[in-house]
């Protein structure tokens, strides 16, 4: 998926990408990325925990509207 | 020419020649063992044009989804799948089937905001966070060995789709 990104970032598109897997996206370098906790299967949130996938998807596009440079990581804070 | 390094596809061809059996055995850990990962030191950067409550945005998944009448995506091809679907419709998807075979769609087939959060991408235009989201989004199985192919054909395809549609900015979701 970091490939991907990257490839978007290079045709115009800005890109934030959540990520399950720090050592891949440490090593390809998506232009922004947020690490969530796993496992594989609900990177984006519980099934129908909507309060969970909101803020997964909210602290990602927080990290797209204000990163000032390429190869961002970030990790999201802990579940309240 | 994509930004891997010019002999990655020979690299490519030696490992899959070499880990063949491994991956005919699904032993994903002795196959990968060898992988030429790609690797990069800095990443390309595009900034957001405009403030995100203005901004046209599409959702990308790498979890496997295709909808009714789709093709289900090949997931016990060794090396992957190369193709993506298109999802598009105005409403929360009322059918969907995950392929990818490298992790469980027990979650994802339950719900599939947990890898393609589609519904709450909506709820954010509708509350005027986001400024809206394009026609068509994208899906496709992130297990698929050949990075040549992916950057070569399948990331240029879906970027023309994008633009095509008016994407500033794309929120993409990997398992």
């Known amino acids: ?80 | 020419m994509s930004e891997l390094s010019l002999d990655w596809p020979q690299r490519y061809r030696q490992w899959l020649h070499s880990s063949r059996e491994w991956l005919d055995q699904k032993n994903w850990s002795e196959a990968f063992r060898t992988y030429p990962r790609p690797t990069f030191t800095s990443a390309p950067f595009t900034p957001l044009v405009e403030p995100l409550h203005r901004i046209r945005l599409a959702l990308i998944t790498s979890g496997g989804l295709s909808l009714p009448g789709q093709p289900l995506f090949e997931e016990d091809n060794p090396e992957g799948d190369a193709s993506f679907r298109t999802i598009e419709g105005a409403g929360p998807l009322d059918d969907w089937t995950i392929r990818h075979g490298h992790y469980d769609p027990k979650d994802a087939q339950a719900d599939y905001n947990s890898v393609f959060p589609l519904d709450v991408l909506r709820e954010l235009v509708h509350q005027g966070r986001v400024g809206s989201l394009t026609a068509r989004h994208l899906s496709f199985m992130g297990y698929q060995t050949d990075a040549a192919r992916l950057l070569d054909h399948t990331a240029p395809e879906m970027a023309d789709i994008l633009i095509a549609d008016g994407a500033q900015a794309a929120l993409l979701v990997p398992v």
């Open chain 1, 1 to 80: 998926m970091g490939l991907v990104a990257r490839y978007l970032e290079s045709r115009g598109i800005s890109t934030v990408s959540l990520s399950n897997l720090a050592a891949a996206s440490e090593r390809v370098k998506p232009p922004r990325a947020l690490l969530v906790p796993g496992p594989r299967g609900q990177t984006a949130g519980k099934p129908h925990d909507r309060a969970e996938q909101r803020r997964r998807v909210e602290a990602a596009l927080d990290l797209l509207e204000h990163a000032q440079t390429g190869g961002v990581l970030k990790t999201l804070n802990p579940a309240p």
